[in-house]
């Protein structure tokens, strides 16, 4: 062995904890295994009153580890067990044909395509008004309130006026979902534009006046990158807000597909472990959406040269 091996001393159990906790590994694993085990007490704690109904009904001797055994085993639980819905995920993910309507993959595509059509409308939109609200008075005083106002009628309610409006001119399938999503995602865009457009310093503004900028030139070169860094953050929130949209927008129609057609369906039929399943695919959706962002983000402040 070499001098500087046996210089070094041996890391212990301790080090090696507190290095994993230094980092996001350690406290993401403690949260996850916290909510497994909670998880898991629920299931128990819900479904319990079920089966020790029926134990009495069939007089029937039982202790506290057949009913926490049968609790996460029970057909059509009040709240499923985590290992009953990963057994869902595997079979309509992995071992279901992505063509079938009993594959959660073929469910998701149908939903993050009005996703994602919602999102690029509902951002081109809510860029455009936060670009006339900054620049045009009467727009700041006229538009931005109902704006705002806009977002305190319930999705519920609109819903399905939307479908049933565009249902009549010819309008169905992906459009009607997508405008669902974009009424919600442009209102973020909207207010997170308008604070980053309006972030630049009033001496910035000056001093680009004093060089006789004209407007397209103070809004390319100072305007737009200050606000890119609002726009990115209200784009994360836009996307999830999106993916929400298109759920709701599959509820009122009855939908075939999409992740809100399993919802109902398993909402129907009491199938709360595939209710479970379709939850936890699109939260899975939502984070993926997000991280994608956050790359974008990332791509974005490398060709402007900015460090992290």
Known sequence: MTTE??????????????????????PLAVVI????????????WLNAPVL???????????????????????ERPILPAPHQVVAELDKTILGTSITSKRSLVYHAWV????????????????????????HVK???????????????????????????????????GLVPKALISMYLCFFPVTIGMVKGLRAP??????????????????????????????LFASLKVAIAISLVGAIVGELPTGAQAGIGAR???????????QIWAALLTAAAMAGLLVAAMGGLERLVNRRMGVRA
């Open 5 to 26: 091996a046996l210089a070094t001393p041996p890391v212990s159990a301790r080090g090696l904890l507190a290095r994993a906790f230094a980092g996001r590994s350690g």
């Open 33 to 44: 295994l916290a909510i497994i085990v909670l998880w898991y007490a629920g299931a128990v």
């Open 52 to 74: 020790i109904d029926g134990y009495e009904r069939r007089d029937v001797d039982w202790s506290f580890s057949q009913l926490a055994g049968d609790a996460m085993a029970m």
């Open 111 to 134: 939903t993050l395509s009005s996703t994602l059509l919602g999102f690029v409308m509902g951002t081109l939109l809510g860029i455009v008004l936060a670009v006339g609200i900054v």
């Open 138 to 172: 009467t727009l700041d005083r006229s538009l931005l309130p109902w704006v705002i106002a806009s977002q305190t009628i319930p999705i519920l309610a609109i819903a399905p006026m939307i479908i049933v409006v565009l249902g009549n001119i010819g309008f169905t």
């Open 201 to 230: 310093d009033p001496l910035q503004r000056d001093l680009m006046r004093t060089y006789s900028a004209s407007t397209n030139q103070v809004f390319w070169k100072l305007r737009w990158p200050s606000s890119l860094p609002f």
């Open 263 to 273: 919802l109902l369906v398993g909402s129907y039929y009491g199938q709360t472990v």
